[in-house]
């Protein structure tokens, strides 16, 4: 499991499903849209921190972030 990759495309899934762009939702957690958008392209590792700030953002548990989707469902 690629953990970065993980936590990239799960931002994402969870941020297009409240219908927030990259911008606005760098604004919500008070970040760079540029940082937001090399988070889900997977260029960029995340501290803690900013971790729990994206998932307070979303509203979502944590460990949500880090479930890798099952392919084979």
Same mark, same amino acid.
């Given at each position: 499991?690629?953990?970065?990759?993980?936590? @990239? /495309? /799960?931002?994402?899934?969870?941020?297009?499903?409240? @219908? &927030? !762009?990259?911008?606005?939702?760098?604004?919500?957690? @008070?970040?760079?849209?540029?940082?937001? !958008?090399?988070?889900?392209?997977?260029?960029? +590792?995340? !501290? &803690?921190? /900013?971790?729990?700030?994206?998932?307070?953002? &979303?509203?979502?548990?944590?460990?949500? &972030?880090?479930?890798?989707?099952? +392919? /084979?469902?």
């Amino acid at each position: 499991m690629d953990i970065v990759k993980v936590f @990239g /495309n /799960n931002l994402k899934k969870y941020r297009v499903a409240i @219908g &927030l !762009s990259q911008e606005a939702f760098a604004d919500k957690c @008070g970040m760079h849209r540029t940082y937001i !958008s090399a988070i889900e392209c997977c260029r960029r +590792s995340i !501290s &803690l921190e /900013n971790i729990q700030r994206i998932a307070d953002a &979303l509203q979502i548990e944590t460990y949500k &972030l880090f479930v890798e989707e099952d +392919s /084979n469902v």
